[in-house]
């Protein structure tokens, strides 16, 4: 009887590593290069390109200018 773990590239860095069902960052070879891939995926969905957002700017702070007596 032989242990079998699937080799695996990371994506992330390219590292090989090993598939094992403890491995939850799978298929990464760790938790960090999960998060740099998801950084790398979320910061590409981001730059989905749609109408520019308009920033309601209307700061009517300077409403206070009777206020001297
Ligand atoms: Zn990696």
């Not at 939850?24 to 998060?35: E, I």
């Amino acid at each position: 009887m032989s242990i079998e773990k699937d080799s695996i590239c990371c994506p992330s860095c390219g590292k090989k590593g090993t598939w094992t069902p403890e491995n939850k960052d799978k298929p990464f070879c760790s938790a960090r290069c999960k998060l740099i891939d998801l950084g790398e995926w979320a910061s590409e969905q981001h730059r989905i390109p749609g109408p520019p957002v308009e920033l309601d700017d209307s700061d009517s702070d300077d409403d206070a200018g009777n206020e001297k007596r």
